[in-house]
């Protein structure tokens, strides 16, 4: 049965009289230990919304509008629909085996869930992922800051450029002086090989790729 409540978030809870115990999951999508932060969000439900596992980056989500305990917890009615729409067709035949779908973050935030139905796994499991490009971005931001030798500063100002600030608005974002913001921002050009904002930015975006 699908609850809706008409709280002032819209949030939507799916439920059953009597919640089962989660099943144990086949070895095809039960990883040995949790991804953790730096994985994508991870969800594996069942057709009736049971949440089976969730990896560390989709625990993160609770805040966001997006979660599950026991069961699958949505913000964004329409993405909630379309999802219960797909699991029936799917279980029917009368659906592709994946689908991609848009979801609202409650702050927002436009991102994607990419879900696919694991056949023949003895047990009609799902696989729902959170493609986030912020999400993205952040870890980026961490990963340069390890691999460039950053300060917490000189990192603090990288993940606000990135953001689209310059230095004024970071400065005053951080509570401090331009002229400090600027000489961070010469710091940050010099241990990431780059000579402009833009340059910089698009030095974080393909951070993983280049490193690769």
Same mark, same amino acid.
């Given at each position: ?13 799916? /439920?059953?009289?009597?919640?089962? /115990? ?11 230990? $949790? ?11 069942? &057709? ?9 980056? &989709? ?7 997006? /979660? ?27 659906? /592709? ?20 139905? #694991? ?18 971005? $952040? ?20 993940? #606000? ?52």
């Amino acid at each position: 049965m699908l609850e809706i409540e008409d709280a002032p978030r819209m949030s939507m809870i799916f /439920s059953l009289p009597h919640p089962a /115990s989660p099943q144990p999951l086949p070895s095809c999508c039960a990883p040995a230990r $949790d991804p953790g932060r730096g994985a994508k969000p991870l969800f594996v439900i069942d &057709a009736e919304l049971r949440v089976h596992f969730r990896n560390q980056g &989709a625990t993160a989500l609770t805040r966001e509008g997006l /979660s599950g305990e026991g069961r699958l917890i949505c913000s964004d009615k329409l993405f909630a629909a379309r999802l219960q729409t797909w699991l029936k067709r799917r279980l029917a035949g009368t659906a /592709s085996e994946e689908i991609r779908l848009p979801l609202l973050m409650r702050c927002g935030r436009q991102t994607v869930i990419d879900a696919v139905h #694991l056949g023949g796994a003895g047990m009609d499991l799902f696989i729902l992922t959170v493609d986030d490009p912020q999400r993205m971005i $952040d870890r980026n931001v961490d990963e340069v800051a390890e691999a460039c030798g950053l300060t917490p500063t000189e990192a603090r100002i990288l993940g #606000l450029i990135v953001k689209g600030m310059d230095t004024v608005e970071a400065a005053r974002k951080l509570g401090i002086a331009r002229t400090t913001a600027r000489t961070h921002l010469q710091r940050l050009f010099a241990k990431t090989g780059t000579a402009r904002q833009s340059e910089l930015v698009r030095f974080v975006a393909t951070f993983v790729e280049e490193a690769a």
